[in-house]
C-alpha cells in the first residue's frame, strides 16, 4: 500500500462527516484495477488520506458486495490503520518544532529540518478534527492517537504541545492531566477557574473546539494520568486547609443555598480554585460544562428535557479570602432576612454564573439588579419614579386632531 497525506483538508471534509465516506484509496488485486472508491479500506476518519492498496489475497471475479465480506479485507484494513497513523506519527517526530522539548544536543538543525519545520503544525491545522474523531470512534487505537494529539496550554506560549510534553513538565506529585473547554484561547486565559492554579504554578491545557467537549468523554486518561476539567468539582491541589475556613463560613453557606433553592443550585462551599475572584459556580463531575450546554443549547434538534437531566447539579464555591464574601457573611449574621442582602447575594450569584460561561436563564431579571444597584450607588431612591414624555402626549394630539380633519372632510 502506498499512502500520503494531501496539503490541504477537502472543504466539504467535516460537513456530511457521518453521511458519506468518500475514500481517497484506489483498490488494485494483483495489480488489476478494481475501484476508486472503496469505502470499506479505511474509517471514516482517515478517509482524507490518498494512495492505492494492492492485494494478492482478495479474488479477481467477484461482486463488490462478495469482496466486502471477504474475510482478508478486515486484516487489510487493520494493517492500513496502522500504517496510516505510524505515517503520521514519523511526520510528527521529524517536525524539529516537535522538538522543542528535548535537550538542545539531541536536536540539530539541517536543509532538509528546514523543509521539515512546522510541518506537523500544518498537519493539525488541516487535519486535526480527524484525529479527534478517531479517538471518539475508535477504541482500539485510541492511545495512539492520543498521542498524535496537539493542543495550546498555560505553558505552551502560543505554540503546540503534546500530552507527552505536557506530562514531562508535570508538578511533583500532580496527578492529574488539568484542561479547560471554551470558545477561544483569550476566553479562557481570563478565566477564574485558573486563578490558583496559575498561582501555583500548575499548567493547563485549552481545548477550544466543540468537538474536543465529546472528546473528553471518551478519552478519560492517558498513560496513568486521569483528565481532570477545573471547571467542574473534584479539583485537587495539594493539600485541603479550609476545615477551619468552612467553620467560619457554614452560616453563609447554609442561608445562601437556601437562597438559591429555586436556581437548583445544590450546594455552596469554600472554593480551593480561587485568588481575585468572590465566586465562581462548577458543575458536577459527570455533567455538562458550561462550555458543553452552550453548545447544545444551539443544536437545532436538541432534547430540552435530556438537557435538563444532564445539565447536572451546580455548585457555587466562594473565595473566602475576598472582601465582598468577607461583608456579606457578616451582613447574613446581622440580618439574614435583610431583602437588600438577598438581592446582592443573589447578583453576585448571577454575575458569578455569567462569568462561569453559562447563559443567564433570565437576563432581564440580571439588568433589573444591577440598575438597583447603580440606582444605590447614586443614592437615587427606590421608588424614583420616570418623568412621562411630552413628546408621546403631543404626538398623540396631533394624531387626534388629524382624525378630527379627516372626519369634518368627510
Known amino acids: 500500500a502506498v499512502l500520503f497525506v494531501p496539503p490541504k483538508a477537502p472543504q466539504d471534509l467535516y460537513e456530511s462527516y457521518y453521511n458519506t465516506n468518500k475514500a481517497n484509496l484506489k483498490l488494485y488485486v494483483r495489480r488489476v484495477f478494481i475501484s476508486e472508491e472503496f469505502d470499506e479500506l479505511l474509517p471514516k476518519y482517515l478517509s482524507f488520506l490518498k494512495g492505492?492498496?494492492?492485494?494478492?489475497?482478495?479474488?479477481?471475479?467477484?461482486?463488490?458486495?462478495?469482496?466486502?465480506?471477504?474475510?482478508?479485507?478486515?486484516?487489510?484494513?487493520?494493517?492500513?490503520i496502522r500504517k496510516a497513523l505510524d505515517m503520521i506519527r514519523k511526520i510528527a517526530e521529524e517536525d524539529p518544532d516537535e522538538s522543542s522539548g528535548k535537550d538542545e544536543k539531541e536536536v540539530e538543525t539541517s536543509g532538509d529540518d528546514d523543509e521539515k519545520k512546522g510541518q506537523y503544525t500544518k498537519f493539525w491545522n488541516e487535519f486535526g478534527k480527524s484525529i479527534k474523531l478517531g479517538i471518539i470512534e475508535d477504541a482500539t487505537n485510541r492511545n495512539r492517537l492520543a498521542k498524535l494529539l496537539r493542543f495550546e496550554s498555560t505553558k505552551s506560549d502560543g505554540k503546540l504541545t503534546s500530552l507527552d510534553q505536557y506530562i514531562s513538565r508535570m508538578k511533583s506529585g500532580q496527578k492529574d492531566i488539568f484542561y479547560i473547554t471554551g470558545t477561544s484561547k483569550e476566553q479562557l486565559e481570563k478565566s477564574p477557574f485558573l486563578e490558583r492554579l496559575k498561582k501555583k504554578n500548575y499548567e493547563v491545557i485549552f481545548f477550544t473546539d466543540p468537538v474536543d467537549e465529546y472528546l473528553m468523554q471518551y478519552l478519560m486518561d492517558y498513560e496513568g494520568k486521569q483528565f481532570q476539567n477545573v471547571s467542574k468539582e473534584g479539583l485537587k491541589i495539594g493539600k485541603e486547609k479550609n476545615k477551619e475556613l468552612k467553620e467560619s463560613f457554614k452560616e453563609l453557606t447554609k442561608w445562601w443555598k437556601n437562597a438559591l433553592a429555586s436556581d437548583n443550585v445544590d450546594e455552596v462551599k469554600i472554593?480551593?480554585?480561587?485568588?481575585?475572584?468572590?465566586?465562581?459556580?462548577?458543575?458536577?463531575?459527570?455533567?455538562?460544562?458550561?462550555?458543553?450546554?452552550?453548545?447544545?443549547?444551539?443544536?437545532?434538534?436538541?432534547?430540552?428535557?435530556?438537557?435538563?437531566?444532564m445539565r447536572g447539579k451546580r455548585i457555587l464555591e466562594i473565595n473566602p479570602r475576598h472582601p465582598i464574601i468577607k461583608e456579606l457573611r457578616e451582613r447574613v449574621a446581622k440580618d439574614s432576612e435583610d431583602e437588600g442582602v438577598k438581592q446582592t447575594a443573589q447578583l453576585i450569584y448571577q454575575t458569578a454564573l455569567m462569568e462561569s460561561g453559562f447563559n443567564l436563564p433570565d437576563p432581564k431579571d440580571f439588568a433589573s439588579r444591577i440598575y438597583s444597584s447603580v440606582k444605590s450607588s447614586l443614592n437615587i431612591s427606590p421608588d424614583a419614579t420616570i418623568e412621562d414624555d411630552d413628546d408621546v402626549e403631543e404626538t398623540e394630539t396631533e394624531s387626534e386632531t388629524k382624525d378630527s380633519a379627516v372626519k369634518d372632510e368627510l
Not at 291 to 301: A, F, K, W, Y
Request: with cysteine; hydrophobic share 30%.
Open 52 to 80: 492505492l492498496v494492492d492485494s494478492d489475497t482478495l479474488p479477481l471475479n467477484v461482486s463488490r458486495e462478495m469482496l466486502q465480506a471477504h474475510s482478508s479485507l478486515k486484516t487489510i484494513k487493520k494493517k492500513l
Open 271 to 309: 472554593s480551593n480554585r480561587l485568588d481575585n475572584t468572590p465566586c465562581v459556580v462548577v458543575t458536577s463531575k459527570y455533567g455538562w460544562s458550561a462550555n458543553m450546554e452552550r453548545i447544545m443549547q444551539s443544536q437545532t434538534l436538541s432534547d430540552s428535557s435530556k438537557q435538563a437531566y
